[in-house]
């Protein structure tokens, strides 16, 4: 099935530093998603991305989708504490699919 | 903000019985899922259900598990006659387009 690869498997970093975490897939995605999870919680989402070469942000947040459509990254500028958590990305693909395919996540810790 | 709310939030059964986990979707969206997380691991797709009917479903979603909109507001999962590998985080989420999906808090399920 499809996979999506993300990376790093987790982080630590220094409160005030920015990160960047991404996402690559063998295969072609039409939407992608950040989600961020706390612990004991459910995902919540951050960004959507719709077309190939978009870059959005949201806050200290931004995305971007790869020009191939197979790859996106998260970058988070100036982190803060409560910037910990698990990041997830998560694709759609082509033809009309609704699932979310997720990565296995990028577990951020931030120390102040 | 309206939210995705899910019942209960754990639940503990023994092996071969059946559970309902019941879920709330945010109000004016058409669209409803239903994911799991196993502890530690990436939050995988179960169904989708648009229009009373499964749009998709994976190959975890087997003859043991059952969906159902019973009323306008409610979205239930049901499990048959659970297993020890059940155990997991069940998300429901619900959207408004079939792209920007919100997720609920979760029901944890432990199976004994």
């Known amino acids: 099935g499809q996979q999506l690869n993300q990376s790093p498997q987790s982080m630590f970093i220094q409160e005030g530093e920015d990160v960047s975490m991404n996402c690559t897939s063998s295969s072609i995605f039409n939407t992608w998603l950040w989600y961020k999870q706390d612990p004991g919680e459910g995902p919540v989402l951050l960004i959507a991305l719709y077309k190939a070469g978009e870059l959005t942000s949201n806050g200290r947040l931004t995305a971007q989708f790869g020009i191939t459509r197979k790859d996106s990254f998260l970058n988070i500028s100036a982190s803060i504490p409560s910037d910990v958590g698990i990041y997830f990305c998560?694709?759609?693909?082509?033809?009309?699919?609704?699932?979310?395919?997720f990565g296995k996540g990028t577990k951020l810790t931030v120390n102040p | 903000e309206p939210e995705v709310t899910q019942t209960p939030s754990h639940q503990v059964t023994q092996m071969g019985q059946e559970v309902i986990l019941r879920c709330v979707p945010i109000?004016?969206?058409?669209?409803f899922y239903w994911y799991r997380q196993i502890l530690g691991q990436k939050v995988e797709f179960l169904v989708s259900?648009?229009?009373?009917?499964?749009?998709?479903k994976s190959e975890i979603f087997d003859d043991q598990f059952s969906v159902e909109r019973p009323d306008g507001s409610n979205f239930t999962l049901k499990i048959r006659s659970t297993k020890l590998e059940d155990s997991a985080m069940y998300f429901c989420a619900s959207s408004g387009t079939g792209v920007e999906q919100y997720f609920g808090p979760g029901t944890r399920l432990t199976v004994t």
């Open positions: 109000s004016n969206h058409l669209y």
């Open positions: 259900f648009y229009n009373n009917e499964i749009s998709e």
């Open positions: 998560a694709g759609q693909s082509q033809g009309g699919s609704e699932k979310l395919v």
